[in-house]
């Protein structure tokens, strides 16, 4: 099968650690990393700020990322001997986690030669150096900034009744969160270190190694059998360029979710073309909570959290000014209603001004209209700008014509008002 061009298989970011393996250079690199590692974590444990643990599902004690804690924990501690103890089980659960491989051997080792930063080995190679580094501080800066149990991401305002789960993905901190949908309401259910684009986030074009940023679904599964190994236990497509980066000019194809090769247990954080790489068990958990066409899939660069009560305050604010949108519609007052879209609005060949002279014809053509909206979702987009995606069920009924159709509009923040920029079938 043809790779898609926008993710990363040139062979290097599978795993430059997984090249040292192969050329038997560890005794050089395990020198110094993990005694490095402690002076890291002990630096950290005063400058990171620790958050109340979110209230979750009790995680598996022999799963690789609990026994990785458990020794970061330790060697926070100067407690090499029972770090290592977890690391031993920790390689005996996953073989192939190299990183885990780099700890023993540094905790081994690191009794007779003190470091003072870590991947500091002077004749080690120093590109796999970085890797494994910035896998570990990513690692432990999960580990460290556990967020709050009364804090839900802020894009998620409204999942749909059949939306069972969402994802939200950190790029910044190599993280993917899981959100369970409780009544509209997103709970946090875990998180999972993933690799993302090797030159960073907000994708513009084809072939830039980076992942977009925005609100995705889920679009389809491609399993294990019709991939090459590259890919691991399947792939995920998500439907990159949508309708706000097709406005905004961005192009490209082919951003996925998906695993690893059999022989790699992780790669580095920023390890791949523009899509987003879990281990394989992490890719296995995930996908029984995939729900394909209907499975949200927020991609940021660093998640804004809220509290529930800022969250719901601003869903609430948003809802508003969708039902005056409905009603201001119904009233067949076409400047009440252009008042609703902005200036730049384009959709399906029209501006606004072409938008406002086809409605100012309907309307003068009815005698009455009324609007019902149901199944309403609404995600925030990440980035600067402020959007909201709306999509919904629309029962359309007047004097003369009654439809009903799936609708999404994209809503822009202007001027402390928000307006709509564009408005199609979904």
């Given at each position: ?117 870590l ?11 970085v ?8 690692r ?22 059949e ?11 190599s ?5 369970r ?39 389809s ?36 979710l998906?695993?690893t ?16 790489v ?43 000014a ?59 987009t ?45």
């Open positions: 099968m043809k790779r898609p061009a926008n993710d990363g298989h040139d062979g290097i970011s599978v795993s430059a650690a997984a090249a040292g393996e192969r050329e038997g250079i560890y005794p050089l690199v395990l020198l110094r990393i993990l005694r490095a590692l402690a002076c890291v974590l002990a630096a950290l444990a005063l400058a990171l700020p620790v958050c109340a643990p979110a209230k979750t599902v009790r995680p598996d004690p022999t799963s690789p990322e609990t026994l990785l804690n458990r020794a970061f924990k330790e060697i926070g501690r100067q407690r090499f001997d029972a770090a290592l103890e977890h690391i031993e089980a920790l390689i005996r659960v996953r073989p192939d986690f190299r990183m885990a491989h780099l700890i023993k051997g540094d905790l081994l080792l690191a009794k007779a030669r003190p470091l003072a930063t991947g500091n080995a002077p004749n080690g190679p120093a590109a796999r150096i890797d494994l580094r910035e896998e570990a501080v990513a432990l800066r999960a580990y460290r900034e556990q967020r709050s149990s009364d804090q839900v991401p802020r894009y998620l305002l409204q999942l749909l009744p939306q069972k789960y969402a994802i939200v993905v950190d790029t910044g901190r993280r993917l969160y899981l959100f949908n409780e009544a509209g309401q997103p709970r946090y259910v875990g998180d999972y270190y993933i690799s993302s684009g090797k030159r960073g986030a907000v994708k513009v074009r084809e072939g830039d190694q980076k992942t977009p940023i925005g609100v995705y679904h889920v679009t599964s491609l399993p294990r059998k019709k991939l090459s190994d590259f890919y691991g236990s399947g792939a995920y497509p998500i439907n990159y360029p949508n309708e706000w980066d097709r406005r905004q000019g961005r192009n490209g194809h082919g951003i996925w998906h695993g090769p059999s022989d790699t247990y992780s790669r580095p954080p920023r390890a791949s073309d523009g899509c987003v879990l281990s394989n068990a992490d890719l296995d958990a995930l996908a029984r909570h995939l729900q394909i066409g209907l499975t949200p899939v927020v991609i940021s660069e660093g998640v804004e959290w809220l509290s529930v009560e800022a969250w719901n305050t601003e869903r609430t604010s948003f809802l508003q969708l039902d005056q949108w409905r009603r201001d519609w119904e009233s067949r007052d076409t400047d009440r209603y252009l008042a609703h879209y902005s200036p730049g609005f384009a959709a399906n060949g029209q501006d606004r001004d072409a938008w406002g002279r086809h409605k100012r014809q309907v309307n003068g053509a009815k005698s009455w209209v009324k609007v019902g909206l149901s199944n309403v979702s609404l995600f925030r990440p980035g600067k700008e402020e959007v909201v995606v709306v999509t919904f069920d629309q029962n359309y009924r007047s004097s003369n014509l009654s439809n009903v159709m799936k609708k999404r509009q994209y809503w822009l923040r202007e001027s402390g008002r928000w307006r709509i920029v564009y408005e199609g079938a979904a």
